[in-house]
């Protein structure tokens, strides 16, 4: 597809589903990459048929093209195929049966071990290690790295779904993968093909005046982008039948009380326990 003629087509249904209309009267640079990022959307309902033979090496293989903080590679990622295995981190994530269904489960994992392992191999001490951007970059490092295999996966026609429940308790997670010291689960990824009734339909975003900022932050778009995107989201939630959450009443629900965490707030001596000082 030539980026300089797009088809406009196209690209206004695809406008209009991220944010409905306001952006669609302008002709944006266009093409088959940016087609797929802008049709993402989770899918929570797997058939059982298999992924094609390599899918795994190649997911993996677009994930290692992220970019990665330094070239360090702080990050790893696991097949986990156990159905038991399976099971449990289900249960981790709050009885999530997508993590079950889906034919391809991985974790990806903020892992230092690997860099810790060379350090003492050349006996050396890798003092950066025990700080908090240690492990801020090795949960970049993971994410960069995920966001690739989803990516390649959309190109392929499957579907995907982050896990991020899977931080309801990084301590049973790291013992049922037998992590070592040092390697933590930031979250899981189901890949697979929708069940007809998951395919869903794009989930809308705020309006772009409201995250993109020039020179200065401002605040001036935001309570009419809230409250268009609310109207938005409330139709969407409907349409999928989802109770009809408002994005203001979403956030409020996911942020206003602690138990909504389901066990997060703990994470901290949780990592620190795991061998992330956290410094
Ligand atoms: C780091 C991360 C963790 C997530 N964890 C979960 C999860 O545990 N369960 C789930 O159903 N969706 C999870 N999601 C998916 C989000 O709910 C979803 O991306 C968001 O609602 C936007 O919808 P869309 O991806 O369909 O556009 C997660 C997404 C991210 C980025």
Redesign the pocket.
Known sequence: MNAIDPPVTAQAQALAARYGTELTSRQLPWNDVIASLLN???V?GYVSDPVPPGTLEILVAAAQSAATSSNLQTWSVMEVTDPEKRKMLAEV?SG?Q?IIECPLFLVFVADLSRNARLGEAEGTTLEVLPYLDAFLVSSIDA?MAAQNAVIAAESLGLST??????RNNVTRVAELLELPSGAGAV?GLCVGYPKPESA?E??PRLPQEVVLHRDRYSTAAEAAGRAAYDKRLEAFSRRNEMAAYTWTQRVIGRMAKLNALTGRDRMKAAFRALGFPLR
């Open positions: 993402h959307r989770s929570r994530a999530q997508h994410a779904v982050y896990i991020g429940a899977l979250f869903g794009v989930k």
